[in-house]
T-cell receptor, first 111, second 116 residues
Framework: GQSLEQPSEVTAVEGAIVQINCTYQTSGFYGLSWYQQHDGGAPTFLSYNALDGLEETGRFSSFLSRSDSYGYLLLQELQMKDSASYFCAVSWMDSSYKLIFGSGTRLLVRP | DGGITQSPKYLFRKEGQNVTLSCEQNLNHDAMYWYRQDPGQGLRLIYYSQIVNDFQKGDIAEGYSVSREKKESFPLTVTSAQKNPTAFYLC???????????????FGPGTRLTVL
């Protein structure tokens, strides 16, 4: 089976750096992606790691290590608007383009 | 503007009634997906379709049905057989590039269904 585990909630201070971890117990996936969802809103794509290593997109970076079955999303220079839920997801290694999502991490940014 | 629309945003139905949720996209995407999200939970795949007139069951298809008669449209029917239908329903789409293992999914604004 496939499962992705994330912490349920993380709290950080505005301007700080926070890391949201995602560990998985699955195999045969193409890559790890991250989505952001504000309360009541639609998920939006943040990043995708096809290969091991770090991908940087502005204030956000994402990391994947297949050998450790682990990935993380790093948010720098936190802003109040970063308060949201963050989901990791794996894209399954078949032709379906399906995504399997983790249960999400709720990030609360405090002043 | 290109995007995905879902209507209505809020929907109330009586127990035992079937209800159809609308999803339309003008992104010219081949693949479309329906997810269910319960409070504090992740997204669970209900059905997906990679091409017109074809669709596949996801992880929680029981009590749901779909159709894909047009590329732009992928309506979801929540039937009376769905035991706990109250949830937030999200529709998504993606392009399907031959040889590309991953395509970003674009989500609609969602429909919050409450069954009374």
């Amino acid at each position: 089976g496939q499962s992705l585990e994330q912490p349920s909630e993380v709290t950080a201070v505005e301007g700080a750096i926070v890391q949201i971890n995602c560990t998985y117990q699955t195999s045969g996936f193409y890559g790890l992606s991250w989505y952001q969802q504000h309360d009541g809103g639609a998920p939006t794509f943040l990043s995708y790691n096809a290969l091991d290593g770090l991908e940087e997109t502005g204030r956000f970076s994402s990391f994947l290590s297949r050998s450790d079955s682990y990935g993380y999303l790093l948010l720098q220079e936190l802003q109040m608007k970063d308060s949201a839920s963050y989901f990791c997801a794996v894209s399954w290694m078949d032709s379906s383009y399906k995504l399997i999502f983790g249960s999400g991490t709720r990030l609360l940014v405090r002043p | 503007d290109g995007g995905i629309t879902q209507s209505p945003k809020y929907l109330f139905r009586k127990e035992g009634q079937n209800v159809t949720l609308s999803c339309e996209q003008n992104l010219n995407h081949d693949a479309m997906y329906w997810y269910r999200q319960d409070p504090g939970q992740g997204l669970r795949l209900i059905y997906y379709s990679q091409i017109v007139n074809d669709f596949q069951k996801g992880d929680i298809a029981e009590g749901y049905s779909v159709s894909r008669e047009k590329k732009e449209s992928f309506p979801l029917t929540v039937t009376s057989a769905q035991k706990n239908p109250t949830a937030f329903y999200l529709c998504a789409s993606s392009i399907t590039l031959a040889g590309s293992p991953y395509n970003e999914q674009f989500f609609g604004p969602g429909t919050r269904l409450t069954v009374l």
